[in-house]
């Protein structure tokens, strides 16, 4: 059974930092790429970061290039999320999700960790 | 960025009926639509892959068809638990991007 489970999100301040991270089980990891997807207060789902199986690839939407970074560490079936200068608008919950083969569908889900930012 | 706009925005239905839902696409994106179902208080699911792939395990009851820019996710006999909110993705070009959602509802 594919298994995902979030941690780290907590209460930041404006400006602040964050690390978010992603067990996996029951699959294996490395032969998948992997994103974090975040649904905002209002319940909109944004796209966060994506990384391919292997870890030499990652993409960002500018929303987040150069505050986020993704990574990976496929020995210990972990993903990550360091997320920088964060901005109130960053408040979300946020998903790590795995890929469906090679494809861009979002297979399967955590269930989220919420990032609040405020002072 | 391709921005995905579903309709309606909501959906208020009655056990037993047929529904579709719409998403349309800001400019052409192949098949690379995608569609997540969402209950309350629980993660999102994959429904459909690829506009009209279906996803083992869903029931049979869920179908999505279209191409380009207009696409739709058909339920035949909506059950009870199928209320909830459905999303639309693309995958054709980055950034990857989702509609803004269809609750559907009890009449």
């Not at chain 2, 792939?53 to 059950?79: M, Y």
Request: charged fraction near 15%; include cysteine; hydrophobic fraction near 30%.
């Amino acid at each position: 059974e594919v298994k995902l489970v979030e941690s780290g999100g907590g209460l930041v301040k404006p400006g602040g930092s964050l690390k978010l991270s992603c067990a996996a089980s029951g699959f294996t990891f490395s032969s998948y790429g992997m994103s974090w997807v975040r649904q905002t207060p209002e319940k909109r789902l944004e796209w966060v970061a994506t990384i391919s199986g292997g870890g030499s690839y990652t993409y960002y939407p500018d929303s987040v290039k150069g505050r986020f970074t993704i990574s990976r560490d496929n020995a210990k079936n972990n993903l990550y999320l360091q997320m920088s200068s964060l901005r109130s608008e960053d408040t979300a919950l946020y998903y790590c999700a795995r890929h469906e083969g090679t494809t861009a569908t979002f297979a399967y889900w955590g269930q989220g960790t919420l990032v609040t930012v405020s002072a | 960025d391709i921005v995905l706009t579903q309709s309606p925005a909501t959906l208020s239905v009655t056990p037993g009926d047929s529904v579709s839902l719409s998403c349309r696409a800001s400019q052409s994106i192949s098949n690379n639509l995608h569609w997540y179902q969402q209950k309350s208080h629980e993660s999102p699911r994959l429904l459909i892959k690829y506009a009209s792939q279906s996803i083992s395990g869903i029931p049979s009851r869920f179908s999505g068809s279209g191409s380009g820019t207009d696409f739709t996710l058909s339920i035949n006999s909506v059950e009870t638990e199928d209320f909830g909110m459905y999303f639309c993705q693309q995958s054709n070009s980055w950034p990857q991007t989702f509609g803004g959602g269809t609750k559907l509802e009890i009449k």
